[in-house]
């Protein structure tokens, strides 16, 4: 999906999340369920080069 921002426009990044299941179990309200480990892989967004009061930067 194409978004912008003040003037810029980019791309969102969609981050795939992995569960597993752990041995690990809680309760709450009364109810017992089995805790997941979440794992999140992050991509890189390019760099882009922008401009903050006259000063040039790179994010």
């Given at each position: 999906?194409?978004?912008?921002?003040?003037?810029?426009s980019y791309e969102t990044s969609i981050h795939?999340?992995?569960a597993v299941e752990t041995s690990e179990t809680?309760?709450?309200?009364?109810?017992?369920?089995?805790?997941?480990?979440?794992?999140?892989?992050?991509?890189?967004?390019?760099?882009?080069?922008?401009?903050?009061?006259?000063?040039?930067?790179?994010?």
């Amino acid at each position: 999906m194409k978004l912008s921002f003040l003037g810029q426009s980019y791309e969102t990044s969609i981050h795939a999340v992995d569960a597993v299941e752990t041995s690990e179990t809680a309760t709450f309200l009364g109810k017992p369920y089995h805790r997941k480990q979440y794992t999140v892989n992050q991509r890189h967004q390019p760099s882009t080069e922008m401009t903050y009061r006259g000063v040039r930067y790179t994010a």
